[in-house]
């Protein structure tokens, strides 16, 4: 199905500039952009997937992951297709790079898809496994719907996208988690196809807003593990962002592009973690491994284990939770970030 497309403009010779992201691809009639789901139809821009999916599935919140957003609530997650970075190590390939839309099984307006979350006793919707800024249009009126019914959209994103859409995006989503997928433009470049400085701007941008913000780093032994890189890392965190947004290490498989680099060992999780709480992040977890102590949270002041988790199993939450759905420690009293039930 496709959709008018926003945030373009028509250029002097006739094409037509998408200003999603960075690539600003410029399109002759017929032509797609690097995303593969934007193209230029007599003139116009248009969205290919609008109401099409890869594919549904609920979760556990902490899947996405999100620690302090609704600790132990279902999730409902969803993809279409394509992607406008290009990383070496996706793990979710298939989708991403996928060229073929009837793939693309199954159809489902923004009310639909507000509506099975409801049946399905989920808490929110994740717009996940490929990047929802290539399809903002569709996650954003889902977005919409689900607030209608009490449902909380989320935005699973590399946030490589333009100033001009990142207003109207994150307004739309309660919930965002952020890949930060490394600190150096060198690996920006050659690893995902990427721009650092994008990326770091719409951290910033998020962080001054209602919308609750986690980060994900994917780990890659050898090219973004660096003790220097992720001191440099957690310094610019916790200066531009402050030290209560929670930030995840992931472990790496070997996948797409990058099969013959080993798997990431728990202990560089461990090391990158130890690396950012000495940087002065409060939050900071691993992923992708069994690691329940790397993974539960911790209250800041007194370090009670105030949330544990095993793997993306929820025990026992040690919180005061408020109406206004703040939390703070049932030792000490000390805040606790984040958004709770």
């Known amino acids: 199905m496709s959709a008018p497309a926003k945030w373009w403009h028509r250029t002097d010779d006739g094409r037509v500039r998408c200003e999603v992201c960075p690539r600003l691809c410029t399109l002759r009639d017929g032509q797609r952009g690097y995303c593969f789901v934007r193209m ?3 003139g116009a821009l ?14 556990p919140i902490e899947k996405k992951p999100l620690n302090h957003f609704l600790p132990g609530s ?15 190590f996706c793990q979710n390939y298939t989708i ?7 793939s693309l099984s199954q159809e489902a307006s923004p009310s639909q898809i507000a509506e099975a979350a409801l049946r399905y006793g989920a808490k929110s919707v994740a717009f996940t496994y490929n990047d929802p800024v290539i399809f903002a249009e569709y996650a954003i009126d889902t977005a919409h719907a689900c607030r209608e019914v009490g449902i909380h959209p989320v935005a699973v994103t590399a946030g490589h996208m333009t100033e001009q859409v990142r207003g109207e995006f994150f307004s739309a989503m309660d919930a965002t988690n952020i890949d930060l997928k490394g600190f150096t433009n060198e690996f920006y470049r050659k690893i995902t196809g990427g721009r650092l400085e994008t990326v770091l701007a719409t951290l910033e941008h998020v962080a001054a807003t209602d919308t609750h913000l986690e980060i994900t780093t994917l780990t890659i032994e050898g090219h973004n593990d660096s ?3 992720l001191a440099a890392m957690s310094r610019w965190i916790v200066e531009h962002l402050g030290p209560d947004v929670p930030h995840h290490f992931s472990a790496f498989h070997p996948d797409h592009r990058m ?11 461990s090391r990158a973690r130890e690396i950012a709480l000495a940087g002065g992040e409060r939050y900071v977890y691993t992923g992708n491994i069994y690691d329940p102590a790397g993974q539960s949270t911790r209250c800041h002041e007194c370090q009670e284990v105030v949330i544990a988790r095993d793997r993306y199993r929820v025990g026992e939450i040690r919180l005061d939770v408020a109406r206004d759905k703040t939390a703070a420690c049932r030792t000490c009293g000390a805040a606790v970030p984040g958004v709770f039930a």
């Open 40 to 42: 230029n139809v007599d």
């Open 46 to 59: 248009l969205l290919d997937t609008y109401g099409r999916s890869s594919g549904f599935a609920i979760d």
């Open 74 to 88: 279902r999730i409902l997650s969803f993809g279409t297709a394509g992607c406008n970075l290009g990383c070496k």
């Open 96 to 102: 991403s790079t996928s060229r073929h839309f009837d």
């Open 227 to 229: 003790d220097a890189e």
């Open 259 to 269: 099969r013959d680099v080993p798997p990431t060992k728990p202990a560089t999780l």
